[in-house]
């Protein structure tokens, strides 16, 4: 079954500093992948996806993200916080292959910014 | 163009009543998708519509059960409503199934 990892519950950076976001996932095949960002009490909006190719992806935002295959990884970056990030940020995964498709989910991350 | 839209907002129900929550995909998209946020649980999925059929469904007891009309817009029902349904429900959509998904603002379920 897949399954996502974020390792940090809650990352707090400075406005301006630099930002990396961890993701871990297990999936048998090459997966299709996901970060969503959540502001309190909102729906989730989508940041970026990777299904194939350049495994850096560009989205909005600002954000990236870069897959490792080697390291099952899928991590979100930024290279200049602002204050407006601050949000709770999801990884997920889907289903490349079938026909039962869904999107697993880790916890998410929460990200403080401070000024 | 307009997102995914769900309705009501926020809905407060008593244990063992029913609940409905409505979702419109956005235009265009077959597929509509349903997830429990549930305090501690993280986001689970739930459900999977497309071409009005159930494709998939998460680890969800019976009691929860949907459909999908033909004009794409989809339908979450809750029966005999628990305590631990309390949670946000998102609904998205996407344009084919397996495509990147679209959340909408969730509906705030709340059970007393």
């Known amino acids: 079954a897949q399954s996502v990892t974020q390792p940090d519950i809650h990352i707090t950076v400075s406005e301006g500093a630099s930002l990396e976001l961890r993701c871990n996932y297990s999936y048998g095949a090459t997966p299709y992948l996901f970060w969503y960002v959540q502001s309190p009490g909102q729906g989730l909006q989508l940041l970026l996806k990777?299904?194939?190719?350049?495994?850096l992806v560009q989205g909005i935002k600002g954000f990236e993200a870069e897959f490792k295959r080697s390291q099952s990884s899928f991590n979100l970056r930024k290279p200049s916080v602002h204050w407006s990030d601050a949000a709770e940020y999801f990884c997920a995964v889907g289903d490349s292959g079938g026909s039962n498709y869904k999107l697993t989910f880790g916890k998410g991350t929460l990200l403080t910014v401070n000024p | 163009e307009a997102g995914v839209t769900q309705s009501p907002t926020h809905l407060i129900k008593t244990r063992g009543q029913q609940a409905t929550l409505r979702c419109s995909p956005i235009?265009?998209?077959?597929?509509v998708y349903w997830y429990q946020q549930a305090l501690g649980l993280g986001l689970q999925f739930l459900l999977w519509y497309d071409e009005g059929e159930e494709r998939n469904r998460g680890n969800f007891p019976p009691r929860f059960s949907g459909r999908q009309f033909p004009n794409y817009s989809s339908e979450l029902n809750v029966n005999a409503l628990e305590l631990e349904d309390s949670a946000l429900y998102l609904c998205a959509s996407s344009l084919f199934s397996g495509g990147e998904q679209y959340f909408g603002p969730g509906t705030r379920l709340t059970v007393t």
């Open positions: 235009s265009g998209h077959t597929s």
């Open positions: 990777y299904f194939s190719g350049d495994t």
